[in-house]
């Protein structure tokens, strides 16, 4: 990723340079965090992104940039829908900020990462980003 890249990411996100404070001792910032080298509290500028955000929607941010800008072809994500009544994950690669906005939000069911997301991986043809949880991506869901 280019340094111009990397400046105009830092300028779609806002980052306020006062905070509510907790003032933690060491002992509970080992215990709470554990090791860090920094930590930042960011959220997406866009209002258009940060609607639907369950964090601000950063990672939509970044990834939208970064598919406008060319350095992505597309994004690994996953959304939820509908099947038979019952809430299913359902992976896609966004190719576009309308298909990254489809799958905004946290995501509380299992996913079969090999089944579902692996095959979509191979086939692609690009520079691919991937937005997954490692817990997902170790195995399928046990159920």
């Not at 609607?51 to 072809?73: D, F, H, M």
């Not at 939820?80 to 994950?89: A, D, H, L, N, Q």
Request: charged share 25%.
């Amino acid at each position: 990723m280019t340094s111009k890249t990397t400046e105009k990411m830092a300028e779609l996100l806002h980052n306020p340079s006062r905070i509510l404070r907790k003032q933690w001792d060491v002992e509970k910032i080992q215990k709470y965090i554990g090791n860090y080298k920094k930590s930042w509290f960011a959220y997406a500028s866009s209002e258009n992104i940060r609607e639907k955000a369950a964090s601000g929607g950063v990672i939509t941010a970044l990834l939208s940039y970064l598919l406008k800008e060319g350095e992505i072809n597309g994004a690994l994500v996953c959304r939820s829908v509908i099947v038979e009544g019952k809430v299913r994950p359902q992976f896609l690669i966004a190719e576009s900020e309308e298909a990254l906005l489809s799958a905004q939000g946290s995501k509380y069911i299992a996913v079969d990462f090999n089944q579902g997301a692996l095959p979509l991986i191979r086939e692609f043809k690009g520079k691919l980003a991937v937005v997954a949880l490692l817990c997902n991506t170790s195995k399928g869901p046990s159920n």
